[in-house]
């Protein structure tokens, strides 16, 4: 079995990434369970605008776009900015709503029978809206949510320090962060076992 962790910082690498930080509690529960990640920082590619799966000469999406239809798990991890989901996230949605109309070989939706769940961190309130608005998006494209399919770290409302800048809150997220990871495989096995049919005619 295969993850797919897509890292939404607006922050390029090396630079250090907060949500990147969490996410490894989420990585390596997967790791413990036989499952093999891959990890990708969105803002260290090109991701042209767009709703295909190609968008043409320098688009990186379509490497990643076959990470997705490889990977049976997929894990979103976005920080909060302003309440939301960041900007990256907002457009990986743009572009993954393209699978929305590619089928597999029975006919399916290619999301069909994946699972995904959600990381999020921020040093404000909103962790929250942001879980639903991009479980909302992929559960529109055809994912599997299963339940407390998340982790998060948001320090409240106000500012305050970064994720790792504290220890405030961790045992919390991580705790929450391993039973994300059992979740999503538990049920991307059910899936494995007892496909979803293709939609009725």
């Keep these: 079995m295969r993850a797919l962790v897509l890292n939404c910082t607006l922050k390029p690498s090396p630079g250090e990434s907060n949500t990147d930080l969490l996410a490894d509690v989420v990585v390596e529960a997967l790791q413990e369970e ?5 990890r990708v920082r969105l ?6 605008p767009g709703v ?24 979103v991890a976005t920080p909060t900015w302003v309440g939301r989901p960041s900007s990256i996230a907002q457009r990986m949605l743009e572009r993954m709503d393209a699978m929305l109309s590619e089928t ?35 559960v529109d494209i055809g994912y ?12 409240g409302p106000g500012p ?26 538990a049920v991307a096995r059910a899936l494995a076992a007892n496909p979803v049919p293709a939609p009725p005619g």
Excluded: F
């Design 43 to 48: 803002a260290d590619l090109t991701i042209k």
């Design 144 to 155: 599997t949510i299963p339940g407390q399919a998340w982790t998060y770290w948001n320090k």
């Design 104 to 138: 597999d070989d029975e006919g399916r939706p290619v999301a069909y029978n994946k699972v995904a769940g959600i990381v999020v961190t921020g040093n404000e309130d909103g962790a929250h809206h942001v879980i639903s608005e991009i479980c909302g998006g992929l």
């Design 34 to 38: 036989k499952v093999d990640v891959d």
């Design 160 to 185: 305050g320090p970064s994720y790792s800048e504290t220890d405030e809150g961790h045992d919390w997220s991580a705790k929450t962060g391993r039973a994300m990871a059992s979740n999503l495989v």
């Design 52 to 75: 295909s799966s190609d968008e043409g000469t320098g688009d990186d999406w379509p490497g990643i776009h076959q990470q997705l239809l490889d990977s049976e798990i997929l894990v």
